[in-house]
């Protein structure tokens, strides 16, 4: 899963299968959490996202997952498509500060 | 409805340069904060702009320095361009300043600085 570090996770999964990315954060302050997805070339792009009071957040064929007591979050990707391969981001933001990054897991989705 | 737009898409730049780079952020947002993202990265804070003041600054040296315009676009310059100074400089837009509020990135300008 993803976390602060030199290397770049991989995940590769086959079209159809079930994605789930994972995210450690870092700050047990942090309420609010987004979900980014990044091609190649491309700036981030907004996926979903979810505050502290929530356990659980559902977009379309997207997923969000909040487990507070460990610092974790998971996004789950339902029924994959190539499109979908990228770089995900999970980004984490305690009141009144910026966003902090992770490296990020770079999603393969093998047609 | 435009999204965050930046220009130039690339610069290529040698050491000891200046550049400029500019943004405007979405339509309804007042806030423009700037990362930089070295390859195989997650984007790092450099600064945030609300109300044409600096309100936050990440860890980066004063060569980083920016400016908020009153229809809220922004520029970040960077002087005295070192080599590590080469990625990709991603703007973002949000509303208000007080956290909490869904970021949106425009797609980025990379710089190369030789």
């Known amino acids: 899963g993803e976390s602060v570090g030199l290397h770049l996770p991989t995940l590769s999964v086959q079209e159809g299968d079930n994605s789930i990315i994972n995210c450690a954060y870092s700050n047990s302050a942090s309420d609010y959490f987004i979900w980014y997805k990044q091609e190649s070339g491309k700036g981030p792009q907004f996926i979903i996202d979810i505050r502290s009071n929530m356990d659980k957040r559902q977009g379309q064929r997207v997923t969000v997952l909040l487990n507070k007591t460990v610092k974790h979050l998971s996004l789950q990707i339902a029924a994959t498509q190539p499109g979908d391969s990228a770089v995900y981001f999970c980004a984490e933001n305690y009141p009144g500060n910026q966003f902090y990054f992770g490296t990020g897991t770079s999603l393969t989705v093998i047609p | 409805d435009a999204g965050v737009t930046q220009s130039p898409t690339h610069l290529i730049k040698t050491r000891g340069q200046q550049v400029t780079l500019r943004c405007s952020p979405k339509?309804?947002?007042?806030?423009v904060s700037w990362y930089q993202q070295a390859l195989g990265q997650g984007p790092q804070f450099i600064f945030q702009?609300?109300?044409?003041?600096e309100r936050q600054r990440g860890n980066f040296p004063d060569r980083f320095s920016g400016h908020q315009f009153p229809n809220y676009s922004s520029e970040l310059n960077v002087n005295a361009l070192l080599l590590g100074d080469s990625a990709l400089y991603l703007c973002?837009?949000?509303w208000g300043t007080g956290g909490g509020e869904k970021l949106f990135f425009g797609s980025g300008t990379q710089l190369s600085v030789l």
């Open positions: 702009y609300y109300e044409e003041e």
């Open positions: 973002a837009s949000s």
């Open positions: 339509s309804g947002h007042d806030t």
